[in-house]
Nanobody, 129 residues
């Protein structure tokens, strides 16, 4: 069964850091573009970052530019999102999503959540003092 599992969320003080993980089971992430989205209560789902299957393409939302780094370790079948200088605006449930692509298509998307085929259950990030 294809499954994505997020971890690494929690309560963090403003200015702190977290590293979120997205681990795949039941399939290899090698041929998948991966994205992180987040959704706060009462708000629409927002793309945070994405990475192509090869890792050569990384995209970031303006709201996290310079504070977030996405990376992948295909040997561990895991994608990471390092978030620094967190503030209350980062409080949300964070989801990872996967899209199967031919190896010739080096791309990912952060503004079209419906493009992705598989989703995890999410991990809560709360930034508060």
């Amino acid at each position: 069964q294809l499954q994505l599992v997020e971890s690494g969320g929690g309560l963090v003080q403003p200015g702190g850091s977290l590293r979120l993980s997205c681990a795949a089971s039941g399939f290899s992430l090698n041929y998948y573009a991966i994205a992180w989205f987040r959704q706060a209560p009462g708000e629409e789902r927002q793309g945070v970052s994405c990475i192509s299957s090869s890792g050569s393409v990384n995209l970031y939302a303006d709201s996290v530019m310079g504070r977030a780094t996405i990376s992948r370790d295909n040997a561990k079948n895991t994608v990471y999102l390092q978030m620094n200088m967190l503030d209350s605006g980062d409080t949300a449930i964070y989801y990872c999503a996967a899209k199967r692509l031919p190896s010739s298509r080096t791309m990912c998307k952060t503004k079209e959540w419906s493009w992705y085929d598989y989703w995890g259950q999410g991990t809560q990030v709360t930034v508060s003092s």
